[in-house]
């Protein structure tokens, strides 16, 4: 089957979807995306991920590029005619195509919109899940305002490909002060050796997770008590457990830390058991 993608109006064949060469998505990375799971066809955490949407958009000043009710169509008519059971759907906005220059184009320039779906086998995820990943710290060398979820994601493409090379599959940003801000496509989580679960505050230098958000909510049912704050790399391997959050992830164990082991360097009971309540948890829309 072929894939297809919206872009700005139209359902064109994926192969030859194309955006012109001077959207400024392309030349100054001025654009904002979302990255929703679809589970048996429905998305998980819609109204979560378009608040955060609304949010981006207003923190760079780009107008919605049509409304939310239109873009819930765009959105499900994109998973329906990729046919995607399992998997993901990925949506961008960016400050339209103008002649290139920094100030913003003249307003009645419209924003670009590209969405695409695509599957993924939720069993693959779970089976990596069963094993833990590795991650690796590296120095945050990212902009003052990564809540925003843009596209300019040249630190983390670098940090992650590392991590690869290194044989792990996530990277971790350490502030200046030593203290892990987030993973370079999730956000970072330690369980004390009290039982207690750690993940960083949500100011600038993160993005707030939907999947962080809704692990507090899952955290809360299981009675597990939560502490926004910092922590450190020597904290994290001396913890019971560490795990990684995102709506690719879901929760994953995080066994390996610059090749040292966490606990006992297996997943472990809190983060299998967030990962299996999770969906219980976040809104599935219709
Ligand atoms: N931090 C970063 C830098 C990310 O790219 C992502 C995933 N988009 C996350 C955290 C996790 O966010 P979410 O749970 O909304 O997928």
């Known amino acids: ?31 904002v995306y979302e990255v929703c799971e679809v589970t048996g066809g429905r998305m998980v955490d819609e109204r979560r991920h378009m608040a955060r949407l609304v949010r981006s958009l207003g923190e760079i000043r780009i107008a919605m590029p049509m409304s939310l009710a239109a873009l819930g169509v765009v959105l499900r008519e994109t998973i329906r005619r990729n046919r995607v059971h399992d998997g993901f759907v990925y949506l ?36 990596q899940a069963l094993q833990g990943i590795a991650v690796i710290t590296t120095p945050d060398n990212r902009w003052g305002r990564v809540d925003i979820k843009t596209v300019g994601l040249l630190p983390n493409v670098l940090a992650k490909q590392a991590a690869k090379e290194a044989g792990a599959r996530e990277a971790w940003f350490v502030d200046a002060e030593g203290r892990v801000t987030e993973g370079g496509s999730t956000n970072a989580w330690i369980v004390t050796q009290d039982g207690k679960l750690v993940t960083r505050q949500a100011d600038n230098a993160i993005l707030r997770g939907i999947t962080r958000t809704v692990m507090m909510e899952v955290a ?32 994953m164990p995080v066994v390996r830390i610059d090749g040292k082991p966490v606990g006992e360097g297996r997943p472990g009971p809190v983060a299998r058991a967030l990962r299996e309540h999770f969906h219980e948890t976040a809104e599935i829309a219709g």
């Open 1 to 31: 089957m072929s894939r297809i993608a919206y872009v700005n109006g139209q359902y064109v064949p994926h192969d030859q979807a194309a955006v012109h060469i001077e959207d400024r998505g392309y030349q100054f990375a001025d654009g």
């Open 220 to 251: 809360e049912k299981l009675q597990l008590r939560v502490e926004e704050r910092a922590f450190t790399v020597p904290e994290a391997l001396a913890a019971k457990e560490a795990f990684v959050t995102s709506a690719t992830n879901f929760a």
């Open 92 to 127: 961008q906005v960016t400050r339209g195509v103008a002649r290139r220059d920094h100030y913003f184009p003249d307003p009645s320039t419209p924003p670009s919109i590209v969405v695409t779906a695509r599957a993924a086998d939720p069993r693959k995820a779970d089976a």
